[in-house]
């Protein structure tokens, strides 16, 4: 009997452990809005490479702590306010597909403005070896005088099957 008393007790204090009512709305809950700005930023700090994260560090930028000195938040008032969305799984899916979404946009417009920037560059250097070229004389003597071809197809054409006039002996 003690047996059954024990587990019995052991699952009460089991289902009372997991707290069927979930988290309580924090007083000092992150809006919507600002866990998604969160959230995006800490993924692109995250994503960011050795050698950037070196170079802000260099610049005193603490990596840790970036975001939540922007927002002006502590990271218990985030764990908070994480954990009630978590639990709260629409909004937590709204959140993050919010946060996916943007993200995706980002990284549209980003790839747009690199290919945007490689064709300035190709143009730029297009433009600097046109500049460069050094035209061929003949060929402005050519364009500048256009009837010299004319008038040499005309006289070739007249004199076809004529033989050349000898000169004299005189």
């Not at 692109?44 to 005193?60: D, E, F, P, Y």
């Not at 603490?62 to 954990?83: C, H, M, P, R, W």
């Amino acid at each position: 009997m003690i047996k059954r008393l024990l587990i019995y007790l052991s699952i009460v204090f089991l289902v009372m452990a997991c707290g069927f009512g979930g988290p309580k709305k924090p007083k000092n809950l992150i809006s919507k809005k600002t866990m998604v700005n969160i959230l995006i930023d800490a993924r692109i700090i995250g994503s960011a490479t050795l050698i950037n994260k070196q170079k802000m560090l260099k610049h005193g930028v603490k990596l840790e702590d970036y975001v939540f000195e922007k927002y002006g938040i502590d990271s218990l008032q985030f764990a908070t306010s994480n954990a009630y969305y978590a639990y709260h799984i629409n909004d937590y899916e709204e959140i993050y597909n919010t946060v996916t979404d943007s993200l995706e946009g980002l990284k549209k417009t980003l790839k747009e403005l690199k290919l945007k920037e490689e064709k300035e560059e190709k143009k730029r250097l297009q433009d600097s070896i046109d500049a460069i070229k050094v035209k061929d004389s003949l060929d402005i003597i050519k364009k500048k005088d256009s009837l010299i071809p004319k008038t040499l197809k005309k006289h070739n054409e007249k004199d076809e099957g004529t033989l050349i006039n000898p000169v004299s002996d005189n």
